[in-house]
C-alpha cells in the first residue's frame, strides 16, 4: 500500500488526492470552462438573473428551484452568471472525489483516490450533467462530506454539528437534493442524534417545504409521468443493473454511448460484489451500526430507483402521485441511486485494499490500486472534455438584452407570457441543443411558460395552474390582459407555432432576430393569487439563514477550545485513521 509519511514523499502522498480531484474536474469540464454559457436542458444560468417573488416560490409554480434561483439571483448581483455557473460545476466535480477520497477510513493513499474516481467519475455525474442537472450535482458532491460530519457527531465529536449544517447547506438548493443529503446525515449521525439532526434538516428544507405546502394549487403529479421518468436499462442486463451501476436515468440522449458496450454489465456486478465485500472491512473500521446504516441508506436508494421498474412498484408509485400531495419527487426515481454511491465507493477502495494485502511486492501493489483508479474513466470515457463536445459554452444573442431592458425601464404593469407555450426550446444560436427557456430567470418581469413536458414525444400534464389559465385564454382568443397578462414575448427560431391573430391584436415594442416583444392594449387586471402568502416564506428563509450563520459561528470561530481541540487521528471502537 502506498502510506503517507513524514517527510517530502510525505507531502506528495497528501497532495495526491486534492491533485487527484482537480483533474478530474479537468478532465471532466475543460471545454466548457472557457467563456459564455453552458445552456442544456434544465442548466439555464443567465448573465444576472431578477430578484423577484418566484425566485423563493411566491408563485404559482411549485418549487422545484427553491432556493436554487433565488441564490443565483443573489450571486449574480455580484459575480457574472458565466463565471459563476463554471465555479459552481467546477466546485461539484472537485468536492465529490476530495470528500470521498477524505471520508473512506485507510492510511493508504491508494486506497484514497480508488474511491475518489470510484465516487467523483460515475455514470450519475454525467447523465446529470449532460441533463443540466447541476443542483443534483451539488448534493452528490455534498454526500461524502454530510456523511463525515454525520460519523464525527455519532463519535460525539465537538463542533461537528454546525459543521454537518454547513455540510447539507449546499445541497438543499432544491427539494431532492435537500432529501437525499437529510437521509444521509439521519443515516451517518445514528438514532440518539436523529432529533438534532432531523431538526436542522427541516428548517434547511424550509424554504422549499413551506411554499410547498402553502401553494394554492395542486402538488399532485400526473400518473403518465412515473413510467416516463422510470429508470432505463441501458445495456442488455437491464434497468436495475444499470441503476446498481449508478446509472440508468431516464433520458436516453444525457446516457453516454460507452454504457450500451456489452462488457459495462459484468464490471458493474464485479464493482457490485467488490463492494459489498468491502463493507465489511468498513464495518470494523468505522462500526458495524454506522456501517450497516450507510449499506441500507444505499439499499434504499437502489430500490427507490428501481422502483418503477419492478412488478408493482409502478402501480404504487402511479397511486402516490396522484394522491400524496408532493409525491411526484418520486417520480424521477434515479436520482435516488446517489444514496447508494457512498457505500459502493467505499467498499469497493476497501476491498481493493484488501486485495492488496496479498501482494508481496510493492509494484505489483501499485499496479492493483493504478488500475482499480483507472478503470471508471476508460469504462466511462466520454464523460471526459464535457462529452467530447456535446456540451460547448454560447453567448445569448443581443435580443435578450435588449427585451430585458425595455421591460425594465416601462413603467406599465402586468406579466409576460412567453411563446410559443413550451417549457423547453431548441435555437441555432445554442447549438439546436434543447435547454429550458431562459425568459423566466432573464427577464425582470414575471414569466409565464408552459410546462407541458414531453418525453419521447408524449406529453405530461404540468403543474403550474397559472400556464393552464393562459393556455385556456389563449385557446379561447380571450382577454390576456384580464388575467394579468400585459406582455407577449415571441421566441424565433425553435419548435412551435404562433398564433398570427392574436399577434395582430397586440403592440410590437420589438423586432429581433430571435426575439419579439408585444404589448397587451387595455387594462391589464390583476392576476389570480395561487402563489402563498409572502410571509411565512420569509420567515423560513430567515430561519434557515440564521441555521447557517450561526452554525458558521459555531463551527469555525477561533473560540477557546481546549479539550476541543481535533488531535490527527479519531479513533472508534480501537481503530484508528486520518479524520475527515
Not at 315 to 328: E, N, Q, Y
Not at 494 to 514: I, M, Q
Request: hydrophobic content about 50%.
Amino acid at each position: 500500500m502506498w502510506k503517507s509519511g513524514p517527510n517530502g514523499a510525505g507531502l506528495l502522498h497528501r497532495m495526491a488526492l486534492p491533485i487527484c480531484a482537480i483533474g478530474i474536474a479537468l478532465i471532466g469540464l475543460a471545454p466548457v470552462l472557457s467563456g459564455g454559457f453552458l445552456l442544456h436542458y434544465d442548466m439555464v444560468f443567465t448573465p444576472r438573473q431578477p430578484l423577484l417573488p418566484d425566485v423563493i416560490g411566491v408563485s404559482s409554480t411549485l418549487p422545484r428551484s427553491v432556493p436554487a434561483d433565488a441564490v443565483l439571483a443573489l450571486a449574480t448581483t455580484i459575480v457574472p452568471g458565466d463565471v459563476l455557473q463554471k465555479l459552481i460545476l467546477f466546485g461539484a466535480f472537485v468536492a465529490a472525489p476530495l470528500g470521498a477520497g477524505r471520508l473512506v477510513p485507510t492510511v493508504s493513499t491508494g486506497t484514497r483516490l480508488v474511491a475518489a474516481v470510484a465516487y467523483g467519475w460515475t455514470p450519475f455525474v454525467a447523465e446529470r450533467l449532460f441533463l443540466g442537472h447541476w443542483p443534483y450535482l451539488i448534493a452528490y458532491a455534498c454526500l461524502p462530506w454530510v456523511v463525515a460530519f454525520g460519523l464525527a457527531l455519532r463519535r460525539g465529536e465537538p463542533r461537528a454539528l454546525p459543521k454537518l449544517v454547513l455540510a447539507i447547506a449546499p445541497a438543499v438548493l432544491t427539494p431532492s437534493g435537500g432529501i437525499i443529503v437529510c437521509l444521509a446525515a439521519l443515516a451517518s449521525a445514528g438514532v440518539r442524534r436523529a432529533a438534532s439532526v432531523g431538526g436542522a434538516a427541516v428548517v434547511l428544507n424550509a424554504p422549499w417545504l413551506v411554499p410547498a405546502l402553502l401553494h394554492g394549487g395542486s402538488a399532485l403529479s400526473s400518473p403518465d409521468a412515473v413510467a416516463a421518468f422510470a429508470a432505463r436499462a441501458e445495456n442488455w442486463a437491464g434497468p436495475v443493473v444499470s441503476v446498481l451501476g449508478l446509472g440508468g436515468v431516464w433520458n436516453a440522449d444525457a446516457v453516454p454511448a460507452s454504457r450500451a458496450v456489452p462488457l459495462v454489465p459484468v464490471f458493474t456486478l464485479v464493482f457490485v460484489v467488490l463492494a459489498l465485500l468491502g463493507q465489511r472491512v468498513l464495518a470494523s473500521r468505522i462500526g458495524a451500526a454506522p456501517a450497516r446504516s450507510l449499506l441500507a441508506l444505499g439499499a434504499g436508494g437502489v430500490v427507490l430507483a428501481s422502483l418503477a421498474t419492478v412488478p408493482y412498484g409502478a402501480d404504487l408509485l402511479r397511486w402516490l402521485v396522484v394522491t400524496v400531495p408532493g409525491a411526484g419527487l418520486l417520480r424521477d426515481g434515479q436520482k435516488w441511486v446517489a444514496l447508494w454511491a457512498v457505500p459502493f465507493a467505499l467498499g469497493l477502495a476497501l476491498a481493493v485494499e484488501q486485495a492488496a494485502r496479498y501482494l508481496r511486492e510493492r509494484w505489483q501493489r501499485v499496479a492493483l490500486f493504478t488500475a482499480a483508479a483507472v478503470a471508471p474513466l476508460i469504462l466511462l470515457p466520454d464523460l471526459a472534455f464535457a462529452g467530447f463536445g456535446r456540451l460547448t459554452p454560447v453567448h445569448y444573442p443581443d435580443d435578450w438584452r435588449a427585451v430585458a431592458e425595455r421591460l425594465a425601464d416601462d413603467p406599465r404593469e402586468g406579466d409576460v407570457v412567453a411563446l410559443p407555450l413550451s417549457s423547453f426550446r431548441v435555437f441555432a444560436w445554442n447549438g439546436n441543443r434543447p435547454m429550458h427557456d431562459p425568459a423566466p430567470r432573464f427577464l425582470p418581469r414575471d414569466t409565464v411558460i408552459g410546462d407541458t413536458l414531453y418525453v419521447d414525444g408524449d406529453p405530461i400534464t404540468g403543474e403550474d395552474p397559472r400556464a393552464e389559465q393562459v393556455r385556456r385564454t389563449l385557446a379561447a382568443d380571450g382577454d390576456l390582459g384580464a388575467i394579468g397578462i400585459g406582455w407577449v414575448l415571441v421566441e424565433h427560431g425553435t419548435p412551435g407555432d404562433v398564433d398570427p391573430a392574436l399577434l395582430d391584436r397586440l403592440d410590437r415594442e420589438y423586432r429581433g432576430e430571435w426575439l419579439s416583444l408585444y404589448r397587451v392594449a387595455g387594462d391589464i387586471g390583476r392576476a389570480q393569487q395561487f402563489a402563498p402568502p409572502l410571509v411565512p416564506v420569509l420567515l423560513a428563509d430567515g430561519l434557515a439563514i440564521l441555521l447557517i450563520g450561526s452554525s458558521l459561528l459555531a463551527g469555525y470561530c477561533p473560540w477557546p477550545r481546549g479539550r476541543d481541540r481535533l488531535s490527527a487521528t479519531s479513533e472508534v471502537e480501537g481503530v484508528r485513521w486520518p479524520s475527515s
